[in-house]
């Protein structure tokens, strides 16, 4: 008879313990691990091992051929530009996000264009009924006869609806739901969320299948189960934007078959999500330029240039520890600019609670907005808003209180002579090789001369 043991599995970060421990020692959570039974039994190894490895022979690289040019369209520009310029056959894609947030909408939109225009599409929802899908379907008019709805959890009995149905794209909703009977823990657990993810992949790859699998978050927003479930798939792609505001920004966290940086923009409407073409004008939609504590600064999304609102607002306190709070903005990247600006020019923050935002829900990566955000600083502050109107700003602050150059500055001043904008503040090292017929270009090495320039 095969001996059953219990071994204690963190669900944090897979950890496997002997015995049950009140703290993870790898990823220091407290009461995370639980008891799951595998079955010690060896398998045998038979010849049919053997034919596969046999089959699975090298191949020289030139004889391979490339499978770049066989994308599929998924109907949505935004969706293919995140995606590297379309899906990949046998690729697996990992997408989550926030409860609500427009993951299943995005994948239900997609799986239609597929559908109409490719073949067999198979939704595999663990979460909803078929007739819930339906009703969701209706409202966004998703009417393709291609498109086949399965509401099952079992692993197995999926596998097998794939192999009987041969569908051109497959998409799993969610993870967390999925199981195999062979697992002894419950669905969701890391256990169950490993084998499966592993066993998706192998039917994908073995069938040249898109796949797409839907992962929960945590209360922090962070990727649910077992960190080896981003190494195991080809792209995440994650949703952020809040359930309350109309636009979500779709961003790529892995890709391998594209960049990493770029980021697709849709607004929420009752016919589903609708593409942003132009993120710069929605984000600049209701800005006011004559308001103290604003600033407009231009970053770079992946090859995509973006003009957002930056919001500062300093008021003063009577707590012993002021207030710092930024939303979109490394908290990090705040607290650096303030001290610089204490030190430098002598601006006494520690008497002020200070907030900053970045107006549209975006989040800055980069140090493209620092420019930007010390002097809506100092704007609020001081109380006076910029003399300059319709003014651009672009810069990393140094600790120093220098003003460096940044990477596609003259792409970024292009995008605001779209958008009508008069003038433009960046980088010294940044002026000789940034030209504009219509925009006024003002170079600056540090801070001093930047406030001397704008106020």
């Given at each position: 008879m095969p001996k059953i043991k219990s071994v204690y599995v963190c669900q944090e970060c897979g950890y496997e313990s002997?015995?049950?421990l009140g703290k993870c020692p790898d990823c220091n959570n407290w009461n995370t691990l639980v008891e799951e039974v595998r079955d010690n039994k060896k398998e045998l190894k038979s010849a049919i091992n053997t034919v596969r490895i046999l089959e699975n022979?090298?191949?020289?690289?030139?004889?391979?051929?490339?499978?770049?040019?066989?994308?599929?369209?998924?109907?949505?520009?935004?969706?293919?530009r995140v995606l590297g310029g379309g899906l990949v056959r046998g690729s697996l894609t990992l997408i989550s996000g926030d409860?609500?947030?427009?993951?299943?909408?995005?994948?239900?939109?997609?799986?239609?264009?597929?559908a109409s225009n490719y073949g067999k599409v198979l939704y595999v929802s663990g979460e909803e009924s078929e007739e819930q899908i339906k009703i969701?379907?209706?409202?966004?008019?998703?009417?393709?006869?291609?498109?086949?709805?399965?509401?099952?959890?079992n692993l197995d009995l999926i596998e097998a609806h794939i192999e009987e149905l041969k569908p051109v794209f497959v998409i799993i909703d969610s993870i967390q739901?999925?199981?195999?009977?062979?697992?002894?823990?419950a669905p969701g657990s890391v256990s169950q969320v490993r084998e499966c993810s592993n066993a998706i992949m192998r039917i994908g790859k073995n069938n040249n299948i898109p796949l797409f699998i839907v992962a929960h978050v945590t209360k922090q927003g962070e990727l649910a189960g077992p960190r080896v479930l981003e190494h195991i798939v080809d792209t995440v792609l994650y949703f952020e934007g809040e359930r309350t505001e109309e636009f979500r920004v779709l961003r790529t966290m892995k890709n391998r078959f594209g960049t990493t940086s770029e980021i697709g923009v849709f607004e929420m409407s009752e016919e589903g999500l609708v593409e942003?073409?132009?993120?710069?004008?929605?984000?600049?939609?209701?800005?006011?330029f004559n308001q103290e504590g604003s600033s407009v600064i231009g970053i770079m999304e992946g090859t995509r240039p973006i003009l957002v609102e930056m919001q500062a607002l300093a008021t003063e306190t009577k707590m012993n520890i002021p207030i710092r709070t930024g939303i979109g903005i490394d908290f990090q990247r705040l607290r650096l600019i303030i001290a610089v600006l204490e030190k430098k020019l002598r601006v006494p923050f520690y008497k002020y609670d200070v907030y900053a935002n970045v107006v549209g829900g975006l989040r800055l990566e980069g140090t493209t907005g620092d420019l930007g955000l010390a002097l809506s600083l100092i704007s609020s502050i001081k109380n006076k808003p910029f003399k300059l109107e319709k003014v651009l700003i672009i810069g990393e602050v140094g600790l120093t209180g220098e003003i460096r150059p940044v990477a596609s500055c003259d792409r970024l001043i292009r995008e605001a002579e779209k958008m009508g904008f008069k003038h433009a503040i960046i980088p010294e090292r940044n002026k000789d090789k940034v030209k504009s017929k219509t925009i006024s270009i003002i170079g600056v090495n540090n801070l001093t001369e930047a406030i001397n320039n704008i106020f």
């Open positions: 002997a015995k049950w022979s090298p191949k020289s690289i030139g004889d391979i051929q490339s499978g770049e040019k066989k994308r599929y369209n998924t109907g949505l520009e935004e969706l293919n409860p609500g947030i427009g993951k299943s909408t995005l994948l239900l939109q997609t799986s239609n264009y597929i969701r379907g209706d409202r966004l008019g998703v009417n393709s006869n291609n498109l086949y709805i399965l509401s099952e959890t739901t999925v199981y195999k009977e062979s697992i002894t823990s942003i073409y132009d993120p710069s004008k929605i984000f600049l939609e209701e800005t006011n």
